[in-house]
T-cell receptor, first 117, second 112 residues
Framework: EPEVTQTPSHQVTQMGQEVILRCVPI?????FYWYRQILGQKVEFLVS????????KSEIFDDQFSVERPDGSNFTLKIRSTKLEDSAMYFC???????????????FGEGSRLTVL | DQQVKQNSPSLSVQEGRISILNCDYT??????FLWYKKYPAEGPTFLIS?????DKNEDGRFTVFLNKSAKHLSLHIVPSQPGDSAVYFC???????????FGTGTRLKVLA
């Protein structure tokens, strides 16, 4: 069964450092997302990406964040200068178009745990 | 601005009985609702969805009910099994947007 894969599974970084989280969405999906979950809290929307551009972003997704689909298969989230409060589990998700064959649900990866010290 | 709320942070149910997980929403523009299950250190896994033009959708042991007038949906699991123990999130989206908004989750514990 196709799945969304994420790397790394866990990254520890120093405050102020740049971090890149990588995702390989399901191959025929067109919509890509990043969500995050701070420990014990809700799953929060960060950004959605479609047709090679950001379609929506939340207030959390400020200038420190960026997303890219550099080569048609990978989908990356970059945090330019990490802060302590960026420590969270980051989930990548993808979906196909809603239609007869798809209910348009998001398929999530296993997550990348980011720890900022 | 909590548009999707799950007011019960936890629920314990005996194995074999029915589990009912509830979700309320405030945005009447939501047209699509989903339930996800999440185990620790794993990504959310899709369970079942419902369009706003329906009031019920069933898939095996899982049934989702939607009450649009009350802006309320619920997930019924029957019979509940110990493997169902997880955190359950409801999510909603507005047609024409790309964003799915998640509730805060309810931790279900099914006791053997």
């Amino acid at each position: 069964e196709p799945e969304v894969t994420q790397t790394p599974s866990h990254q520890v970084t120093q405050m102020g450092q740049e971090v890149i989280l990588r995702c390989v969405p399901i191959s025929n999906h067109l919509y890509f997302y990043w969500y995050r979950q701070i420990l014990g809290q809700k799953v929060e929307f960060l950004v959605s990406f479609y047709n090679n551009e950001i379609s929506e972003k939340s207030e959390i997704f400020d200038d420190q964040f960026s997303v890219e689909r550099p080569d048609g298969s990978n989908f990356t989230l970059k945090i330019r200068s990490t802060k302590l409060e960026d420590s969270a589990m980051y989930f990548c998700a993808s979906r196909g178009a809603r239609g007869v064959r798809s209910t348009g649900e998001l398929f999530f990866g296993e997550g990348s745990r980011l720890t900022v010290l | 601005d909590q548009q999707v709320k799950q007011n019960s942070p936890s629920l314990s149910v005996q194995e074999g009985r029915i589990s009912i997980l509830n979700c309320d929403y405030t945005n009447s523009m939501f047209d699509y609702f989903l339930w996800y299950k999440k185990y620790p250190a794993e990504g959310p896994t899709f369970l079942i969805s419902i369009s706003s033009i329906k009031d019920k959708n069933e898939d095996g042991r899982f049934t989702v009910f939607l009450n649009k007038s009350a802006k309320h949906l619920s997930l019924h699991i029957v019979p509940s099994q110990p493997g169902d123990s997880a955190v359950y999130f409801c999510a909603a989206s507005v047609g024409g947007t790309y964003k799915y908004i998640f509730g805060t989750g309810t931790r279900l514990k099914v006791l053997a």
